[in-house]
C-alpha cells in the first residue's frame, strides 16, 4: 500500500472559522448585530437574546444568488456545501461578567472591505471613531477602527 498520498491531507490543515464576541447581555448583542450588519455589511444567521451569529458575504458574487439564502435556511448548510464559499462566522454572545468584558487592542477584527471610504462612512454615522488617519501603503488602504461597543476592526481595502 504505497499509494496512499498523505500530502492531500495538508490542504485541510486550519483556517480560522469564528470569531466571538462578548457583549453586555441582549442590548449589546442587538447593538453589535445592528452595527456588523448595518455598518460593515455582514449578514445575520441567527439572532436570539443572548446570541448572534454573523457570517461574511463573498465579495463579488452576488447577494441575491439562490445558494446563500438556502444556507441562511438551513443552519448545516453553510460550511460544508462546496458552492458555498463563506468560511467565517462572527459570534456575539451577551455576558455579564466585568472581566469577560473588558476589551482593550486585542483582538483585532480584520475584514477586507471593497470600499474603504465607504465603509468608514457609514461606520461613523453608526458610533464607530477611526483610530488614527487611513493609511496608504502601496499594497491598498488600511485603517484602525473602534466599534461603537469598544472593539478594534481593522479594515483593509487591497488594491486591485
Known sequence: ?????HHIMAS?????????????GSNGV???????????????????????????????????????SSSLSNPNAGSSSNNEPIN?????????????????YSPFLNFDVEDMDMTVARCAQMGANLD?????????KVAAMRAPDGHMIGLYEPTI
Open 1 to 5: 500500500h504505497h499509494h496512499h498520498h
Open 12 to 24: 485541510m490543515g486550519v483556517r480560522f472559522g469564528r470569531a466571538l464576541l462578548m457583549v453586555r
Open 30 to 68: 442587538a447593538a453589535a448585530v445592528n452595527f456588523y450588519q448595518n455598518g460593515l455589511g455582514l449578514y445575520v444567521v441567527r439572532h436570539t437574546d443572548n446570541w448572534a451569529e454573523l457570517t461574511c458575504p463573498v465579495i463579488g458574487s452576488s447577494s441575491s444568488s439562490s445558494s446563500s
Open 88 to 104: 467565517f462566522h462572527l459570534s456575539i454572545q451577551a455576558c455579564e461578567s466585568e472581566s469577560q468584558l473588558s476589551v482593550g
Open 132 to 140: 488614527g488617519p487611513i493609511q496608504y501603503p502601496a499594497h491598498g
